[in-house]
């Protein structure tokens, strides 16, 4: 497993920032952050993905009424405002992305079974229940490792494919840093923004 | 305690790998001309809407009808591709669809706003004089001359805005 530095340097000291993880069977060009990228900037995808789920979630009323045009679209935009914000705060100074980083990912609890988002204090900057959803891990203070992002227009991880994907991938980046010795379990923390 | 976190630096430092997936390239790229990205975006997902819906076209068939590779219709359907003006007619004489048609709501509001999601109300005269309603959810954006614009091929007559971000102070239809 390898480290690939997003918004990051790695010759900070100490080591601070945004590291996307590039897995064992990953190949040598692509990552977490990369392969983020490729997926929500893919209208073929966003677009299977809408229809696969319009019945069930873009028609109930719970968000309204969706085509699965729209819904990609929101989805696109969704993507493009958190990648340019993150972008636009690092190209600032590391400390924005920081405090940004700091603000806007919150724990999660107990991914082992159904997930939900603590009840932040902070008032969220983005709309209510963004579908556009990035899943990190914090293993100490000012360091982040993306492990992957994920469209998720139901309430828990365990109720869509592609959010139960990303648990485990939380779940391979943990063992992970288990194998390599860097996994503290009081600084180690598991998010999503 | 500062034995670990020296230890723990050195660990993470010999696992530190190499940015080859040119991941910054591609988000500066959909940024220095994000209304072209846009509209390679929404002329993709037009196209893919028309495959969806025409079973007996598919990426083989518009390739061969292009005279282009599958791998170029493929390229093209990831919105990755700056279209032409020729290509995006070529493509619309082929399925005989428009690809760029806009139905323009213009809204005014202040100009921090980049977009808006507002609900759009679809109001249709049918049979016995009877109008039907249909209410969707879509996003409008920003343009350069600070208005907000929805670019889609609903025709609408009525704009219901989300009573939580409601900072427009004129809406009609265009």
Not at chain 1, 26 to 40: G, Y
Not at chain 2, 19 to 24: A, C, G, K
Request: glycine residues 4%; contains cysteine.
């Amino acid at each position: 497993m390898e480290f690939i530095p997003i918004f990051a340097d790695p010759n900070d000291k100490p080591l601070r920032g945004f590291y996307a993880v590039r897995f064992d069977d990953m190949s040598a060009k692509e990552d977490t952050w990369s392969l983020f990228i490729d997926e929500m900037s893919d209208p073929t995808f966003r677009r299977k993905f809408m229809k696969a789920r319009q019945s069930k979630l873009l028609t109930n009323g719970y968000f309204g009424t969706y085509t699965v045009s729209d819904a990609s679209e929101r989805a696109l935009e969704e993507f493009l405002d958190i990648t340019d914000e993150l972008r636009d705060a690092y190209s600032q100074d590391i400390k924005n992305l920081l405090k940004l980083l700091n603000q806007r990912f919150h724990p999660l609890v107990n991914t082992d079974t159904s997930s939900e988002l603590l009840k932040s204090k902070a008032k969220p900057k983005r709309p209510k229940e963004p579908w556009v959803r990035l899943y990190a891990v914090k293993v100490s203070n000012d360091l982040y490792l993306f492990s992957g992002g994920a469209i998720k227009l139901v309430r828990y991880m365990d109720d869509d494919e592609a959010t139960k994907k990303e648990k485990r991938n939380l779940e391979r980046l943990r063992d992970g840093l288990k194998e390599l010795g860097l996994y503290d379990q009081d600084a180690y923390t598991e998010l999503e923004l | 305690m500062k034995k670990d976190k020296k230890k723990f630096e050195e660990i993470f430092r010999a696992n530190i790998g190499e940015n080859t997936s040119q991941w910054d390239t591609r988000p500066a790229a959909m940024r220095d001309d994000r209304s072209a990205f846009r509209r390679s975006q929404r002329v993709a997902d037009r196209i893919l809407e028309f495959l969806d819906e025409n079973k007996d076209w598919n990426q083989k068939r518009l390739a061969e009808a292009l005279g282009v590779s599958t791998q170029y219709v493929s390229k093209f359907l990831k919105g990755r591709e700056n279209f032409t003006l020729n290509t995006i007619e070529q493509i619309e004489r082929v399925l005989n669809i428009n690809l760029l048609a806009e139905n323009q709501i213009q809204v005014v509001v202040p100009k921090t706003i980049q977009s808006i999601p507002v609900y759009l109300t679809d109001k249709r005269m049918g049979d016995n004089n009877i109008i039907y309603n249909s209410t969707v959810h879509v996003m409008l954006h920003s343009n350069e001359h600070d208005q907000l614009f929805y670019t889609g091929q609903t025709n609408f007559c009525e704009l219901l805005l989300d009573s939580t971000k409601n900072n427009t102070k004129q809406a009609f239809c265009g």
